[in-house]
């Protein structure tokens, strides 16, 4: 059995290390002395940190939006998100609506 990884840094460096080698992160670990076991569970958990902060970006979420003709709004959809507030008026460009939410989501 080889030494532990002693931090994320390094077990990031083995794991590159190992892909650029074309190596199993079993037999890289073994030939350069590492402890197999540990190098393999960091890989698993940044794996698992990978796709949790993919998951975190990517969430969606369905909303339903209802043109309410009687609102003082002259049916316009509103739409709130973390405090901003969009109204969509009827007939709206699509494609400028779709420039708006892609600025929006940049902030």
């Known amino acids: 059995m080889g030494r532990k ?48 902060s993919r998951a975190k970006r990517a969430k969606p979420r369905l909303v339903e939006l209802v043109a309410d003709n009687a609102s003082p709004h002259g049916g316009a959809m509103i739409v709130s998100v973390a405090g901003a507030e969009v109204r969509v008026a009827r007939g709206f460009d699509e494609e400028a609506f779709v420039r708006l939410v892609r600025a929006l989501r940049s902030c």
């Open 5 to 52: 990884i002693e931090d994320e840094g390094e077990a990031r460096a083995f794991l590159k290390a190992a892909k650029t080698a074309r190596l199993s992160v079993g037999d890289w670990a073994r030939e350069h002395g590492i402890d197999g076991r540990s190098l393999s569970a960091w890989r698993v958990n940044l794996a698992r940190g990978r796709a949790r």
